[in-house]
């Protein structure tokens, strides 16, 4: 039983980081209809910016995640304004190749700069300790990762669902048409909304960091699990990939833990395909 | 559609690596005919019938798994185990089918890519193939039974070229049979297709079997070129998006499309790989992704885009099938 337990918590604890980059991911998809095939390679790159920090100015990675998730911020930025801008309007599958292209890209440049070598943040204010919750164990970089992704998923649905600008980005997902004729600069919209993109998705790779290593590659099975994420809490959804990813998070722990960690990715996608049949447009859909 | 056209291609394609001595140039013709195969096998779902995959390496691999392991453990010819290997590939489409064809759009497209995935793990794990060492298949001298030819590079290319002729008939004849225009009918709009009576459950089926068997077929080749299998390299994302990406670059939903695709795609690759993957910082690949964008961005039409203005309608895929 408090194997369990353990497992449940270990689960939910990494399916909300999970969430965090499934929303990042969510946020251009809903708006745009873009799938993002670099969104892992976003946080890869904020991953490198906090190991970076760290080997160089020995920054711990909480102090780092500001400027960790400006970067993330930037790149989405310029993703936008240097790629995705042209492809708005091409049939469905260009942008998606655009970004494939691009995402091949940043792997690719990663390596070169970086090399393909595993590196780890080795110690930070949190590395090492834990807590005991009955007889369950907590690390303390874990509880911080799943606390910070949760806070940040909350920050960005209130921030869509409440402020004037949420509201903009709202309306402009509706019809782009629309909103520009309510007097919305859409163009903002699209710009801050990628922006917003990589800071989930920098805030994610920044609370990683302390937990798995760096390298080239790292993002890009988050990048994958996102996708599965996005569709199973239903397109465009941010509560519906927050759930979502807790869920394929428990699914992958405790799946893993029966029946062997090398099908735990497999567990992931065959839970998509499972919910699908009873939902076919995702957990939230309609 | 006029026929002088894809005659003259089939002609050149062929021409081309008989003529050229160089190794390295037959290498990329094989590579371009494979892939240009396996684009137009994968436009009969995808550019036909609008059922976006991004799983399509899953047919690959089975059909390259399937020859290997009945050549290396039981001595099976590789041409049987091709036959064996599109076969099953095909009841695999089937049995997937069912519960992927009840999602629409991309969810469909995602569950896709999620069997693709689901299969990697699996022969990964899976000790009777090696898992993730992967086989060797073993060498013998070069023989037609065996598919296997170390002189030279031709015989391979010849068969590469003989599977694309047969794909391609496959694909035109689907195209100019009632199954094409149904299939498009499902594409431009399921319900009203459905309202038409075309049964687009099955037609989709018949559309996603055929397509995983003719993209098996390819595996087999493969393999049996490389001597080497394992689960990355032929069920891995990238062949799945190779084909996606080649394919939409040339033309969605048209026959000169997969071959217009692979001919640029693909040489660009091996030639950035040949030129630049020695250096093992992956600069090639660093190289082939920022071409790829820019190619996108200078024709987000695609390629047939840019040579003739149709309506929109035929390129207006993707939205409506959400």
Known sequence: MSMLAQLVVTGALIGSVYSLVAVGLTLVWGLMDILNFAHGDFMMISMYTVFWLYALLKWDPLVSLPIAALVAAMIGLLTYKLVIKRVLNAPGLMALLATFGLSLFIRNFAQFLWSPNYRFVGESILSGKKLMIFDVIVGLPQLVAALGSIGMTFAVALFIKKTKFGKAIQATAQSREIAELMGVDTEKVYMFTFALSGICVGVAGTLLSGIFPVYPESGAMYGLLAFVIVALGGFGNIWGAFYAGIMIGLAETIGGFYLGTQFKYAIAFLIYLLVLQFRPKGLFGW | ?322
């Open chain 2, 1 to 322: 559609m006029k026929k002088t056209p894809l005659l003259v291609i089939l002609v050149i394609l062929l021409i081309l690596p008989l003529v050229v001595k160089d190794v390295n140039f037959q290498h990329v013709m094989l590579m371009t005919l494979m892939f240009a195969g396996l684009g137009e096998a994968w436009n009969i779902i995808t550019g036909f019938a609008g059922q976006t995959s991004f799983g399509h390496a899953a047919f690959f691999g089975i059909g390259a798994y399937t020859s290997t392991v009945l050549f290396y453990k039981f001595n099976v010819s590789p041409w049987v185990g091709m036959i064996l290997g599109a076969l099953f590939a095909g009841t695999v489409a089937f049995l997937v089918s069912y519960p992927c064809f009840r999602l629409k759009g991309h969810y469909f497209a995602v569950a896709t890519l999620a069997v693709a995935e689901i299969t990697k793990q699996l022969f990964v794990s899976w000790d009777y193939v090696e898992g993730a060492t992967g086989i060797s298949i073993p060498v013998v001298s070069d023989s037609f039974w065996a598919m296997q030819f170390h002189r030279s590079k031709i015989p391979y290319v010849l068969i590469a070229y003989g599977l694309f002729v047969f794909v391609l008939f496959v694909t035109l004849a689907i195209e100019r049979n009632k199954m094409g225009y149904y299939l498009k009918a499902i594409r431009e709009s399921h319900e009203a297709a459905e309202a038409l009576g075309i049964n687009t459950a099955r037609y989709k089926l018949l559309a996603m079997v055929i397509s995983s068997m003719l993209t098996a077929l390819f595996g087999t080749v493969y393999a049996q070129y490389i001597l080497y299998i394992d689960p990355f390299m032929v069920f891995g994302l990238d062949v799945s998006m190779k084909i996606v990406l080649l394919t939409v670059l040339g033309g969605l939903g048209n026959v000169y499309g997969p071959i217009i695709g692979a001919s640029i795609l693909i040489p660009l690759s091996e030639y950035t790989r040949t030129l630049l993957g020695g250096t093992g910082k992956g600069i090639d690949l660093m190289i082939y992704g920022i071409l790829i964008v820019v190619v996108v961005l200078f024709e987000p039409r695609g390629i047939l885009g840019l040579l003739r203005k149709r309506s929109r309608g035929r390129l207006n895929y993707g939205k409506s099938t959400a």
